[in-house]
Structures are given as structure tokens and as C-alpha cells.
């Protein structure tokens, strides 16, 4: 393998690493705020992002919770959901939620950079 072909390789199995432990942080903390906030013992599903996906957290009952570090806020709320909805029916769940999760601002209590957000027909299922 040429040089510069051995540079690229490496480069872009480094960039998936920072990007994987991007998602591995937001995954740790949004179980540390959806914990406290609901009294449930929320941990990380290993096996995300593989077929058949059943989202990112367990411990809510009947629910499925993608979470999401993107860049991207405006692409993470749109496609997200849409994500989520998937792996919902992939778990056989009722109830889907997205968590995006936002840069912290100055003065912002701890956890109030996270949101959670949701498609109208997730909202609907919900509150039936």
C-alpha cells in the first residue's frame, strides 16, 4: 500500500473513532439526565447502529431513545426522529424520542442543553 494510501486509511479510522466517542459521551450523559429526570435506570444499549436497531438507551418501559451529538442541530431534528421511528418498530415498542443534544451556554443548569424532540405522529402515539 502506498504511503499517502496508508496516511488516508489512518486518518479516516481516527476521524470515525473521534466521532464514535463523541456519540459514546452524549450516549453516557443523556442516561445521567433521562435517569434523574424520570427515576427509570436508563443504560446504553450496546449493539446500536446495527441492523435491526433498537436505539441507543433501555430502561424507559415501551420506549426507544435515539440520541444524537450532530453537528448539525437543524439535520439531527429532522432526520433523527425518523430514525427513531425505525428502530421503534424494530423493538416493538409504543413510544419513540430523539435527545439532540446541544453546546452548553453560560448560565445553562446542567442538562438544559439536551432536547427532546419528536415527529407529530410520535407526539400523537404518545399522548393517546
Not at 44 to 60: N, P, Q, S, V, Y
Not at 93 to 113: S, Y
Amino acid at each position: 500500500m502506498a504511503r499517502n494510501a496508508k496516511t488516508y486509511v489512518r486518518n479516516k479510522k481516527a476521524k470515525m473513532n473521534t466521532q464514535k466517542n463523541k456519540g459514546d459521551r452524549a450516549e453516557r450523559e443523556a442516561c445521567i439526565y433521562l435517569s434523574k429526570a424520570t427515576g427509570y435506570e436508563v443504560e446504553r444499549r450496546f449493539g446500536a447502529g446495527m441492523e435491526k436497531d433498537k436505539g441507543d438507551l433501555t430502561g424507559i418501559p415501551n420506549t426507544v431513545v435515539q440520541v444524537t451529538d450532530m453537528k448539525n442541530k437543524a439535520e439531527a431534528v429532522l432526520r433523527k426522529p425518523r430514525e427513531a421511528e425505525q428502530q421503534r418498530i424494530n423493538a416493538k415498542a409504543d413510544h419513540a424520542i430523539t435527545m439532540v443534544r446541544f453546546n452548553k451556554r453560560p448560565g445553562c443548569a446542567e442538562g438544559d442543553n439536551w432536547r427532546v424532540v419528536m415527529t407529530i405522529e410520535q407526539f400523537a402515539r404518545l399522548i393517546r
